[in-house]
């Protein structure tokens, strides 16, 4: 199947990976087109400031869109592209490290099924209702912020086994360290503007680490439903039947703290004598000019991701807890954990320069994962269905012509104000097939009385309904059909859990 390219009056090349019946909607072509005005804005600000960029050539070099493409806040979901000589972290957006982490166990769904009510039980109360535990000081939580699984790993003696660390085994961490992508740590040498956050030295229960967030964000208790890749899946671990845990979450609160700051070092760089863009969208030069604004702007998307890294990992240490608690030892182990909101500084095809990933996840083949626990199968690549619905475990096959992206999910069919008004018996339908656990527990008797409570556990839920996401299948068939992944297994969920 060809891709269809679009070269746009600013030279841009763009590649959409989508099927023949798949639409592509007006609104997210729109974000598109001014997305495209980037070129433009760099363009004007070389003829009028000459130093603004160390590189001559600096431009958005393409743009790569993947099947899920659908509108975002200001740039659209699913797009991967690659510039040279500067970043636009508009293109990461504020849920910073957005990603996903998948755990394979030894446990079945009979194991689940035949305990769910003591198991959801536990859930609430290690995820919802003060059973985190995650003691932690000044020290651990800066550790975080600048080096990530690193600096947790190298400070975590000091807090014994303590609440949460009695789950986490420092030796298993030190291998799965290479299960991460960049080892989940973007090293940097600061913090910025988290004094809050950091604490005192003294030891302190965690509030943010161990958040799901909202929006499509979840961990999810899944079971494996068919092998599509006998070979990988044997590599991986996987096998019919099998438990497996999912988790896709963001960096929260400190993500908005990061994005906020470097909105406002964008604006503040921008040269006074000229309009700003028309489209809103900053860049970032990767120049002498701009040295101290970059490493600043690095140092916080650094901090936001590193956290991020870490929140996955608590949030996979808390689900164990609890189903422990509940059903004893069992096998846990860790699949891999990639973002699907960052930017990297990347070489490709002999050019310096940065790929950014807005809705995106990495799908490296088996060759560029050469040297990792990867090497032979390809790069992991979890692409979700919406709540209730099925998931997909595929294999990076590393194509050129996206960028070596992938889909993060399937985009969203109805906006959540029109998932409001679907016709109640869609969706409860949808409640009386689907087990999810929210910080509300509607069959609660003080719960049971409080309408008001209700409503707005059903609305939130209703935005994040199978209805109000688009079927997931034709996306996962246009990867294979555009040689993007393949697929390695399909899951379905058991039980859900929703921040």
Same mark, same amino acid.
């Given at each position: 199947m060809e891709h269809l390219k679009i070269h746009n009056s600013n030279n841009t090349n763009v590649k959409f990976f989508v099927s023949d019946e798949m639409k592509i909607e007006k609104n997210a072509i729109e974000q598109l087109d001014q997305l495209l005005k980037v070129n433009e804005s760099v363009e004007t600000l070389k003829a009028y400031v000459p130093d603004y960029f160390s590189d001559d050539a600096a431009a958005m070099q393409e743009v790569a869109i993947t099947p899920d493409f659908h509108k975002?806040?200001?740039?659209?979901?699913?797009?991967?592209?690659?510039?040279?000589?500067?970043?636009?972290?508009?293109?990461?957006?504020?849920?910073?490290?957005?990603?996903?982490?998948?755990?394979?166990?030894?446990?079945?769904?009979?194991?689940?099924?035949? =305990?769910?009510? =003591?198991?959801?039980?536990?859930?609430? @109360?290690?995820?919802?209702?003060?059973?985190?535990?995650?003691?932690?000081?000044?020290?651990?939580?800066?550790?975080?912020?600048?080096?990530?699984?690193? +600096?947790?790993?190298?400070?975590?003696? &000091?807090?014994?086994?303590?609440?949460?660390?009695?789950?986490?085994?420092?030796? =298993?961490?030190?291998?799965?360290?290479?299960?991460?992508?960049? /080892?989940?740590?973007?090293?940097?040498?600061?913090?910025?503007?988290?004094?809050?956050? /950091?604490?005192?030295?003294?030891?302190?229960?965690?509030?943010?680490?161990?958040?799901?967030?909202?929006? $499509?964000?979840?961990?999810?208790?899944?079971?494996?439903?068919?092998?599509?890749? @006998?070979?990988?899946?044997?590599?991986?671990? /996987?096998?019919?039947? =099998?438990?497996?845990?999912? !988790?896709?979450?963001?960096?929260?609160? !400190? +993500?908005?703290?990061?994005? /906020?700051? !470097?909105?406002?070092?964008?604006?503040?760089?921008?040269? $006074? &004598?000229?309009?700003?863009?028309? $489209?809103?969208?900053?860049?970032?030069?990767?120049?002498?000019?701009?040295?101290?604004?970059?490493?600043?702007?690095?140092?916080?998307?650094? $901090?936001?991701?590193?956290?991020?890294?870490?929140?996955?990992?608590?949030?996979?240490?808390?689900?164990?807890k609890a189903l422990r608690g509940v059903v004893g030892d069992f096998d846990f182990k860790l699949l891999y954990d990639a973002p699907h909101n960052f930017v990297w500084q990347e070489n490709v095809d002999g050019v310096e320069g940065f790929i950014h990933r807005k809705g995106s996840c990495t799908a490296k083949s088996a060759e560029q994962m050469a040297n990792t626990p990867f090497g032979y199968t390809g790069e992991p690549v979890f692409i979700p269905g919406s709540m209730g619905a099925k998931s997909y475990i595929l294999s990076g096959l590393g194509n050129r012509d996206s960028l070596f992206s992938a889909s993060h999910g399937a985009g969203r069919r109805l906006s959540r104000g029109n998932s409001l008004k679907v016709d109640d018996a869609a969706f409860r339908d949808f409640l009386d097939n689907f087990h999810v656990i929210t910080p509300i527990d509607p069959n609660r008797n003080d719960i049971k009385s409080r309408q008001d409570i209700l409503k707005k556990w059903e609305d939130e839920l209703k935005k994040e309904a199978p209805y109000a996401y688009k079927d997931i299948n034709p996306i996962i068939e246009t990867h294979e059909e555009h040689g993007m992944a393949t697929v390695v297994a399909e899951v379905e969920p058991v039980l859900t859990i929703k921040g």
């Open positions: 975002g806040s200001g740039i659209p979901i699913g797009t991967t592209m690659f510039t040279k000589g500067f970043i636009i972290p508009q293109a990461v957006g504020n849920d910073i490290n957005c990603g996903m982490r998948l755990y394979t166990t030894s446990l079945n769904e009979d194991d689940i099924r035949c =305990q769910r009510k =003591q198991i959801e039980k536990e859930i609430r @109360h290690v995820f919802f209702e003060g059973g985190r535990h995650i003691p932690m000081t000044k020290k651990h939580r800066e550790s975080i912020l600048k080096e990530g699984l690193i +600096g947790i790993l190298d400070t975590h003696k &000091s807090l014994g086994d303590n609440g949460l660390w009695a789950f986490y085994d420092a030796k =298993q961490q030190e291998e799965d360290l290479h299960k991460v992508n960049r /080892l989940g740590s973007f090293i940097t040498e600061e913090v910025v503007g988290l004094e809050s956050y /950091l604490g005192s030295d003294d030891v302190s229960y965690d509030s943010q680490i161990g958040s799901i967030g909202g929006g $499509n964000h979840f961990v999810e208790v899944q079971k494996v439903v068919n092998i599509r890749n @006998h070979a990988i899946a044997s590599a991986w671990g /996987l096998k019919r039947d =099998q438990i497996v845990v999912m !988790i896709h979450t963001g960096s929260v609160s !400190i +993500g908005h703290h990061a994005g /906020l700051n !470097i909105r406002e070092i964008l604006k503040s760089i921008y040269p $006074n &004598s000229l309009k700003h863009p028309d $489209n809103g969208i900053y860049v970032l030069p990767h120049s002498e000019r701009s040295m101290t604004e970059w490493i600043t702007t690095w140092s916080l998307l650094h $901090n936001a991701a590193n956290f991020t890294f870490a929140n996955r990992l608590f949030l996979g240490l808390m689900l164990n």
